[in-house]
């Protein structure tokens, strides 16, 4: 073999033609918008069990230890921690004191995908800092709080445990459900093996359906005058406890959405309400964690199904809660994210679906005044671009067929069944429907990450625009500051303002001797508003988006003063003469 002994960029050029040095081809070719050769290698096309979400925030801490630190907020009903991701460039202010977007997932257990799109947008986040400016100046002024799972023990049960798409929708809190004095008695039976709850049918001379000559999957009803082949019996499973019903106490009714603390009712008011507001570890961990931290401003939660961008209020009576000043803001981002996420509607929750007392929209809002949405994940438009509506069978099917090839659906197969005798079990898999098959699932998952982008970038952002400095005599100045707020959202939501949920902004001057500090009110026509008490902080109410305050104040001497801007909700900036 020659070996050649060659330094100059052309010889490193013919080696490379010449395959001499393989390591240095590329392999791949970056596309747009994705991080081309990620730290944290994931697949995004696939769920994670509750190990499986873990592990990937534990990479994504260990992989970027500037941009993100991991914490467990609580424990779940089982001693599952309930871990969240702090994303923000460290290196820019400390995470607490920025305006901070909240995101959770996962709350009702069957609805998987909203751990993904929250894992997605923590990776997406940490990939992309140092290649996009955008995500850089972001993470520079921003705060990202990211909990993936807030029902971790049920998540694990849908997955690892026969279930069917809608179950267990509770966490892990065994009740009687029937009332008989027992509780969990008679849960689901997976009499196939195959982990998924299916349906039963059985041949009956008085059964109304029959079989689809073109397609034996699907019952067709006959009409009324006519004899069908086929009765259902409902979801696969045996009466366990003699009581005549099958399945019926299972995993507990109660419903984690039902549990807040605003506008709460009982549940014989709202069936899935449990004890009382916050009876639940899981929500109390996630509404300490927000109480701790005022900063909040945008919050996300992820559910399934049906395509929705929903605002409260859940109920009816709550409606006088959001006033016109706040729907403008909720409007103008949710009108973009329909924009950003095809077939996906923005809608108001009590108007468009059904009234929800307790949900935790409506406390983030009303009890905590944090402007806050819940995305309902999928929609069968995703399928064909068409809008076939929710649960239509025949493009079902179709996906079935033409998009999965088969792996959707749970052939008919003969059981004999310990009391309804020769059945039959088959349908539709627990993921399927309400849970994205893997091709639409990144996709779906970037689009519903860039509407919580989009509104965390519309979270407040402070500058001090002009310090104006007039001689008054005697020694006296007149200091004029103007803060502007460059993003849509105020620093104080109206609801926010209504009760005084959080501390005023706090426009500071220091190292100077203040004679008298106040608002400005009307610059042109110098009307003013004094703080007679503590004239170096001045308290200001709210900083509108959009929109800028003056504060002034009449200071002696020839000082090197500097003024401070202190916003919970809006961050801090300061100014130094």
Same mark, same amino acid.
């Given at each position: 073999m020659k070996i050649i002994n060659c330094t100059s960029l052309f010889c490193l050029a013919i080696l490379l033609m010449s395959g001499s040095i393989s390591q240095a081809q590329e392999k791949f070719f970056r596309a747009i918008g994705t991080p081309h050769q990620p730290k944290v290698e994931a697949s995004w096309n696939r769920y994670n069990t509750y190990d499986g979400i873990v592990d990937l925030m534990k990479k994504i801490s260990k992989a970027y230890p500037e941009l993100t630190r991991l914490e467990s907020?609580?424990?779940?009903?089982?001693?599952?921690?309930?871990?969240m991701l702090t994303v923000s460039d460290f290196n820019t202010g400390k995470p607490n004191e920025k305006p901070a977007m909240y995101i959770d997932g996962n709350i009702h257990s069957n609805e998987i995908q909203g751990a993904e799109f929250s894992l997605y947008t923590a990776w997406y986040l940490t990939e992309m800092f140092d290649d996009l400016d955008f995500i850089n100046e972001l993470l520079k002024d921003k705060t990202f709080y990211i909990v993936p799972t807030i029902n971790p023990d049920a998540r694990d049960n849908f997955m690892k445990e026969p279930n069917t798409p809608h179950s267990p929708r509770s966490g892990m809190i065994v009740l009687d459900n029937d009332g008989d004095g027992e509780a969990g008695e008679d849960g689901f039976d997976d009499l196939n093996g195959d982990n998924h709850i299916t349906y039963m049918i059985r041949k009956s001379p008085t059964g109304q359906y029959i079989k689809d000559p073109q397609d034996d999957r699907r019952l067709i009803k006959v009409p009324i005058e006519e004899q069908g082949e086929y009765e259902m019996?409902?979801?696969?499973?045996?009466?366990?406890?003699?009581?005549?019903?099958v399945n019926e106490d299972g995993i507990g009714y109660y419903d984690p959405n039902r549990d807040w603390g605003w506008k709460w009712q009982p549940d014989y008011v709202q069936r899935g309400a449990y004890k009382y507001p916050f009876s639940l570890p899981e929500n109390r961990a996630v509404a300490g964690f927000v109480m701790e931290h005022p900063n909040i401003a945008g919050a996300q939660s992820y559910h399934n199904y049906g395509g929705m961008i929903l605002r409260g209020p859940g109920a009816?009576?709550?409606?006088?809660?959001?006033?016109?000043?706040?729907?403008?803001?909720?409007?103008?981002?949710?009108?973009?994210?329909?924009e950003m996420i095809p077939g996906y509607r923005y809608l108001t929750v009590y108007k468009d679906l059904y009234s929800v007392f307790g949900g935790e929209l409506d406390w983030f809002y009303g009890g905590r005044g944090i402007y806050t949405y819940t995305n309902e994940l999928m929609v069968s438009y995703l399928y064909y671009h068409k809008n076939e509506g929710r649960g239509n069978q025949e493009e079902e099917l179709k996906v079935d067929k033409y998009l999965t090839f088969g792996d959707a659906f749970v052939d008919w197969k003969e059981y004999n069944h310990p009391q309804y005798g020769p059945i039959e079990i088959g349908g539709f898999k627990k993921n399927f429907s309400r849970a994205h098959p893997g091709f639409l699932l990144e996709q779906d998952?970037?689009? =519903?990450?860039?509407?919580?982008?989009? *509104?965390?970038? $519309?979270?407040? #952002?402070?500058? @001090?625009?002009?310090? %104006?400095?007039?001689?008054?005599?005697?020694?006296?100045?007149?200091?004029?500051?103007?803060?502007? =707020?460059?993003?849509?959202?105020?620093? *104080?939501?109206? $609801?926010?303002? #209504?009760?005084? @949920?959080?501390?005023? %902004?706090?426009?500071?001057?220091?190292?100077?001797?203040?004679?008298?500090?106040?608002?400005?009110?009307?610059?042109?026509?110098?009307?003013?508003?004094e703080q007679v008490h503590n004239p170096e902080t001045i308290k200001v109410p709210n900083i509108p988006g959009m929109e800028s305050i003056k504060v002034r104040w009449i200071i002696s001497g020839d000082r090197n003063y500097k003024i401070e801007v202190d916003s919970a909700k809006g961050g801090k900036v300061n100014w130094n003469k």
């Open positions: 907020i609580g424990k779940s009903y089982e001693g599952k921690d309930i871990y019996l409902g979801y696969e499973g045996i009466d366990k406890d003699g009581d005549g019903e009816e009576e709550d409606a006088d809660t959001y006033n016109k000043e706040d729907v403008r803001i909720y409007d103008a981002i949710a009108e973009k994210g329909e998952a970037h689009r =519903n990450m860039a509407f919580t982008i989009y *509104h965390a970038y $519309q979270t407040p #952002k402070l500058s @001090i625009l002009d310090v %104006d400095e007039k001689s008054l005599g005697n020694g006296l100045k007149e200091i004029t500051a103007t803060v502007y =707020n460059e993003r849509l959202m105020p620093t *104080h939501s109206s $609801q926010d303002l #209504k009760y005084k @949920i959080e501390r005023p %902004d706090l426009i500071t001057i220091s190292n100077a001797n203040v004679v008298a500090g106040m608002i400005v009110e009307d610059e042109d026509f110098n009307k003013v508003s």
